[in-house]
């Protein structure tokens, strides 16, 4: 059985800023992707940032700049550092791990709870 525990999420004023972390628990033999997505209110999920397990990073064009994905693959972790937030930023922000489990042959996308992110101007 695999989990993933999202936090870091709250208020804060535009500019501010906020860290997400999301961590895996579970046999994990290896971790292939990881993401974070949002979604506000009447709106679809979108993609805010990605990482492969070789490190390489993707952003969408609305925070580039301002969101540095990064992980800890020991740790089974990826965070989302989010700096000079705006208040469009605010929504519901969901990580994913693309994960590989000890003693299978395949990997399977793996969603957290979401935390929410609120940015008042």
């Known amino acids: 059985q695999v989990q993933l525990v999202e936090s870091g999420g709250g208020s804060v004023q535009a500019g501010g800023s906020l860290r997400l972390s999301c961590s895996a628990s579970?046999?994990?033999?290896?971790?292939?992707?990881m993401a974070w997505y949002r979604q506000a209110p009447g709106k679809q999920r979108e993609l805010v940032a990605s990482?492969?397990?070789?490190?390489?990073?993707n952003y969408a064009d609305s925070v580039k700049g301002r969101f540095t994905i990064s992980s800890d693959n020991a740790k089974n972790t990826v965070y989302l550092q989010m700096n000079a937030l705006k208040p469009e930023d605010t929504a519901t922000y969901y990580c994913?791990?693309?994960?590989?489990?000890?003693?299978?042959?395949?990997?399977?996308?793996?969603w957290g709870q979401g935390t929410q992110v609120t940015v008042s101007s």
């Open positions: 990482i492969t397990g070789g490190g390489n990073t």
């Open positions: 579970g046999s994990i033999f290896s971790i292939n992707y």
């Open positions: 994913t791990q693309d994960l590989r489990l000890t003693g299978t042959n395949w990997p399977r996308a793996y």
